[in-house]
């Protein structure tokens, strides 16, 4: 199945899409300059996930536009995802949080990500929003009303493909409820610099923001990029409307770095 294909079959069973860069080796093949994590991930359209699709004609229209797109899925109400991530030893943390909490994980939708790490679907009837590292376990970060993912068969920087896991196909079940139970608790405290906690996001995404616009980045490829490191660094992520706000901030500012706003005279 083609990409454009994925993108009909999450549309027709009800979950809103949205094109995504994609890798070219280790590059940014779409032409914005992404790096490094942000490369396969960042949304292609002007006002980020507010342009998801749900529509035949919509899929049909972007992936027209951009054929080799990777596929976001935009969380839909009554679901989330816990993104375990490979490379903040996301599989211990796993281990030990059912260990903590006297439970296993239920089968449901499981995908594999490019690295390796796996996106655990569930429904809920309670509001679960976006949190990086959930109750302090590193490398366990979860994706709710707001956020999203990418999914199967998109293309990660380092060749890999996301795929449905051979071991749990779905469907999406119920999340286990002392899974729920902890999605709720408050926010605890990090101990990692990698992740950013309030009076800290505010200032991380501005000077991310502010390399992005020295190096001519647009308004646009700037707010599509804070969005990405919002949801993976920020605990809690920051509303959507101050990332849009941050991003047209900085993009007042000419390109290289010059501390003059456009017009001035």
Same mark, same amino acid.
């Given at each position: 199945?083609?990409?454009? =294909?994925?993108?009909?079959? +999450? ?13 070219? $080796? ?6 914005? $300059?992404?790096?490094? /994590? ?6 292609? *359209?002007?006002?980020?996930?507010? =342009? ?46 059912? @260990? ?5 994980? !239920?089968?449901?939708?499981?995908? !594999?990500?490019?690295? $390796? ?6 429904? *809920? ?7 990086? @590292?959930?109750?302090? +376990? =590193?490398?366990?970060?979860? /994706?709710? %009303?707001?956020?999203? %993912? ?13 795929? *449905?896991?051979?071991?749990?196909? $779905?469907?999406? !079940? ?15 405290? &990090? ?11 505010? =200032? /991380?995404?501005? /000077? ?5 616009? @020295? ?19 920020? &605990? ?16 007042? +500012? ?12």
């Amino acid at each position: 199945m083609a990409t454009i =294909d994925f993108a009909l079959k +999450y549309v027709a069973n009800g979950f809103p899409v949205i094109p995504l860069c994609w890798p070219d $080796g280790n590059l940014c093949a779409c032409g914005r $300059g992404h790096q490094d /994590r942000s490369i396969g991930k960042v949304p292609l *359209t002007p006002n980020g996930l507010k =342009d998801a699709t749900m529509t035949i004609e919509g899929v049909k229209e972007y992936w027209e536009r951009f054929p080799k797109a990777n596929i976001g899925i935009v969380i839909p109400s009554g679901y989330f995802v816990l993104d375990v991530d490979v490379e903040h030893n996301g599989f211990d943390s796993l281990a030990r949080m059912e @260990r903590d909490l006297d439970f296993d994980m !239920t089968p449901t939708w499981l995908v !594999t990500t490019g690295t $390796g790490g796996h996106h655990y679907w569930y429904k *809920t009837n309670k509001p679960i929003r976006n949190t990086a @590292r959930l109750a302090g +376990y =590193d490398g366990l970060d979860i /994706r709710g %009303v707001g956020g999203y %993912v990418v999914a199967p068969p998109s293309l990660h920087r380092n060749g890999r493909r996301y795929v *449905t896991s051979p071991i749990w196909s $779905g469907p999406i !079940t119920e999340a286990p409820g002392k899974l729920i139970e902890l999605c709720l608790k408050p926010i605890l405290p &990090s101990s990692q610099n990698s992740h950013y906690l309030e009076g800290q996001r505010n =200032d /991380r995404l501005t /000077r991310d923001a502010g390399a992005m616009r @020295r190096r001519g980045l647009s308004e646009q490829a700037i707010y599509a990029a804070l969005q990405v490191v919002n949801q993976e660094q920020c &605990s809690p992520p920051l509303p959507d409307k101050d990332v849009s706000i941050i991003a047209k901030s900085i993009s007042r +500012y000419e390109p290289e770095g010059k501390p003059r706003f456009k017009g001035a005279i």
